[in-house]
């Protein structure tokens, strides 16, 4: 398959089932919105914070390292050897669940019973839960590597929402029990996700008249358990090499990513009222990077990794195949900035009129606009940073994602302490400013290697990192005028002045597009052909 090929398949899988994400997204929006209004901040603090914790942490070590170890592998390997390596992570997940929990129970301090009842029973089944999720690993690695565009969307989709729907059932009908209801919520929502993948397995090779079928490197679901035989050993050992190097990467990453709650847990700089209105802000400000930036993320690193050779130098790449990753990279930067962009200056004028909709008093008073807001900023370097690591992961040799494994142990130390000090100073904003200077290291990591990756070719996909002055003009326009607006006409004037504060809002936006068409037009260009490309490869599939 041609590098053209490839891109096409994953602009289809990142863009084709984003208007349907958008709308299960909006979904759950909705129902969250509406749950949390029946919930003390103490018990949004555990969840979110506390127990998710221990569910995350968990299924990241549990299985992050195999996922980009297996989708980095060549399309000719012996999948049965890739199957065997992935249920490893099931007993790895046992073994997480198992020492986190008793960490989690035991030196962890303890919420007031009466105020957040059955906390233990929350760890049990929040670890049970990870362990769940963890049999589906086969379905998902088999599903992105044929870039299967629609199932990860409907199966996580589904999942949650179930999830959210059965816990505003329970909240409403059972307050009394306390975490059984999120807990049990969680159970059901890993176990919904599994089935959705093996039903559409179970369903996809039992059709021999699919042609999604006969291209899949097996033919039944048997196939995808573990298999031992004696003519070749049980896993492929490169892949298993490459695990452990992403696995030692993956460890530090993790304690980037979730830094700040674990500060929060270990430490007990904030109280779980705190914590909570943290974790709702912090939810609320990621959205569009969960919504926007990690499918493309997802998407493209496997584009990257199927079109360049890993740990090759530039010049010795097929040229065509390098001119089309350069352009890629290249328009992918600029849109990540663009839309990083937009909400930083748009956010800061409505951060507060979102939390009031959004939660009410509890969150749109207080600290929530001033986190709200610092997190706006977060989300344009997130932005960059996913397509930067997108790439260098895909590009990296073994040998320099093991150096880059001693650079991110240096991130996480410098991470937890800074975190410490600055919330020490500022609050819980000071999470937020930790997370923007770690991110902001990351970034200018991933730019040099790109630098020095495309340094001897006539490629230079940095450039998309330089805006027009015209639009650079726009945004600054529209972040003035938004700032006036919100201070006559948000958020105690009524109603009407709230409207005429978003209409505000929504004339700037449309001046900053249409400044962003006029002058934009390679990038425009991309978007139309790469969304052309994937919906003809739809109506063709």
Not at 247 to 257: N, W
Not at 359 to 370: D, N
Not at 381 to 397: I, R, W
């Amino acid at each position: 398959m041609g590098s053209r090929e490839v891109l096409g398949q994953a602009a289809r899988l990142a863009s084709s089932g984003l208007l349907l994400q958008v709308l299960f997204r909006l979904i759950t929006f909705i129902l969250n919105a509406f749950i949390l209004r029946f919930l003390s901040k103490e018990i949004v603090g555990i969840v979110n914070v506390r127990l998710t914790l221990l569910y995350s942490t968990t299924i990241f070590l549990a299985r992050e390292a195999f996922r980009r170890a297996c989708l980095s592998g060549d399309a000719q390997r012996d999948w049965s050897q890739t199957f065997n390596l992935l249920w490893l992570t099931v007993p790895l997940g046992m073994f997480w669940s198992l020492l986190l929990g008793w960490v989690w129970l035991q030196l962890l301090e303890v919420p007031d019973p009466h105020a957040v009842p059955h906390y233990g029973s929350g760890v049990v089944l929040f670890g049970l839960s990870a362990v769940v999720e963890l049999l589906g690993e086969p379905f998902w690695v088999l599903a992105q590597a044929q870039m299967f565009v629609k199932l990860k969307v409907i199966a996580e989709s589904l999942s949650v929402i179930l999830k959210s729907v059965l816990t505003a059932f329970l909240v409403l009908w059972s307050p009394h029990w306390g975490l059984y209801i999120f807990s049990l919520a969680q159970l059901f929502y890993t176990a919904v996700l599994v089935l959705c993948y093996a039903i559409y397995f179970t369903k996809l090779l039992g059709s021999s008249e699919s042609t999604k079928q006969q291209t899949l490197p097996v033919s039944r679901m048997t196939d995808l358990l573990p298999s031992i035989t004696g003519s070749r050993a049980f896993v492929n050992w490169k892949e298993a090499k490459l695990t452990w190097s992403f696995f030692k990467q993956s460890f530090l990453k993790q304690i980037l990513t979730e830094g700040e709650r674990y500060v929060m847990t270990f430490l007990n700089v904030l109280n779980f009222g705190d914590q909570g209105v943290y974790d709702i802000v912090n939810n609320l400000g990621s959205l569009v990077a969960r919504l926007i930036f990690q499918p493309i993320e997802e998407s493209f690193y496997i584009f990257f990794a199927k079109v360049l050779e890993r740990g090759k130098d530039a010049t010795l790449q097929k040229q065509e195949d390098m001119a089309v990753a350069a352009t890629v990279l290249e328009s992918l930067l600029k849109l990540a900035l663009l839309a990083g962009l937009t909400i930083t200056i748009f956010g800061f004028a409505y951060s507060q009129l979102a939390l009031d909709l959004y939660g009410g008093v509890m969150l749109s008073s207080g600290s929530g606009p001033v986190l709200l807001r610092s997190y706006c900023v977060y989300v344009l370097l997130l932005a960059v940073n996913g397509v930067t690591e997108c790439f260098t992961f895909a590009a990296m040799s073994k040998e320099e994602v093991d150096r880059y494994s001693f650079t991110m142990l240096a991130l996480s130390s410098s991470f937890l302490m800074l975190a410490y000090l600055l919330t020490q100073w500022c609050g819980s904003v000071g999470f937020i400013l930790a997370n923007c200077f770690n991110m902001g290291i990351r970034i200018t990591q991933s730019l040099c290697f790109i630098y020095r990756y495309y340094r001897k070719s006539p490629h230079r996909p940095l450039a998309g990192l330089h805006l027009s002055p015209a639009l650079l003009g726009a945004f600054a326009l529209s972040g003035g005028i938004t700032a006036v607006s919100e201070v006559w006409l948000c958020c105690e004037q009524g109603w009407l002045a709230r409207l005429a504060h978003v209409a505000v809002g929504a004339l700037c936006l449309g001046m900053t597009v249409g400044t962003a068409l006029l002058t934009e037009t390679k990038l425009i260009h991309f978007v139309r052909t790469q969304l052309g490309v994937s919906r003809l490869a739809h109506k063709t599939s």
